[in-house]
Nanobody, 127 residues
Framework: QVQLVESGGGLVQAGGSLRLSCAAS????????MGWFRQAPGKEREFVAA???????????YYAGSVKGRFTISRDNAKFTVYLQMNSMKPEDTAVYYC?????????????????WGQGTQVTVSS
């Protein structure tokens, strides 16, 4: 069982930056693919970014088109933590952001393919 705890959300003005963190329990963290998703009120949960298992898949990163070039996902396996650096933020980035872990190690943009989820952290971008 893996537990995920997000932190770093908050209120930021348009054009500003935030860094989200997701701390994971369990020694198998480094072999999991990790993803960030978000859900705005009245909308479905959508893919933001993902990073593969480092050893087998090289820690490759993937992004949704809406955040590419603005957001960066990274992981520190020694600290069992994955990060989402968000720059040049826009009001449409406002949502609850969720961290997720996938046992296979391969990244996916599909929420149903992830095995563990955090409780979410609110991000609000004011115009």
């Amino acid at each position: 069982q893996v537990q995920l705890v997000e932190s770093g959300g908050g209120l930021v003005q348009a054009g500003g930056s935030l860094r989200l963190s997701c701390a994971a329990s369990g020694r198998t963290f480094s072999s999991y693919a990790m993803g960030w998703f978000r859900q705005a009120p009245g909308k479905e949960r959508e893919f933001v970014a993902a990073i593969t298992w480092t050893d087998w898949y090289g820690g490759s990163t993937y992004y949704a088109g809406s955040v590419k070039g603005r957001f960066t996902i990274s992981r520190d396996n020694a600290k069992f933590t994955v990060y989402l650096q968000m720059n040049s933020m826009k009001p449409e980035d406002t949502a609850v952001y969720y961290c997720a872990a996938r046992r296979t190690g391969r990244a996916s943009d599909t929420p149903d393919e992830y095995d563990y989820w955090g409780q979410g952290t609110q991000v609000t971008v004011s115009s």
